[in-house]
């Protein structure tokens, strides 16, 4: 593939990520309004909790539904301001296994790779297959660890 089809993929992939996200919240925060609206004890919750919920919803609909449009925006149109706000999006989505692990990968293999910078500058990956060996043999026995509790 090209540097251009990688873009593009890559594209492709934060906007069915951050939909994915935003559309789950959404579907969250419909839930709560029907439980708010359905059920009589509501009056319960005080007004300082209902506050702090929303003040997490809405930092959680930037970081894992906009956040992730944006980029895609960003990624589809080449815009510089679009390489460090995907990595930091790479960041936020690393915790999120199994989709948000492989989508943070890749953003970062491909924005540090001589395509990515070609795109949008920077400095490519200086990382030797020494290191990388290096570095898997490091990780070796916590990969082993991992396998015994499975």
Request: proline share 3%; no cysteine; net charge positive.
């Amino acid at each position: 593939m090209t540097a251009e089809e990688h873009n593009k993929t890559l594209a492709t992939l934060h906007f069915v990520y951050g939909a994915m996200h935003g559309l789950t919240l959404l579907g969250l925060v419909l839930l709560v309004v029907v439980v708010e609206v359905a059920t009589p004890a509501s009056d319960a919750i005080s007004g300082s909790w209902i506050v702090v919920g929303v003040m997490v919803f809405v930092v959680l609909l930037f970081a894992v539904g906009l956040l992730p449009l944006i980029v895609g925006y960003g990624l589809m149109k080449r815009k510089l301001w679009a390489k460090p706000l995907a990595l930091v999006q790479a960041i936020v989505s690393l915790i999120n296994i199994p989709i948000g692990t492989a989508l943070g990968i890749y953003s970062f293999k491909f924005l540090r790779s001589e395509g990515g910078v070609l795109l949008y500058g920077g400095r490519a990956s200086t990382g030797s297959e020494k290191e990388l060996q290096e570095a898997m043999r490091r990780a070796q026995p916590l990969m082993n660890w991992a396998d015994r509790l499975k």
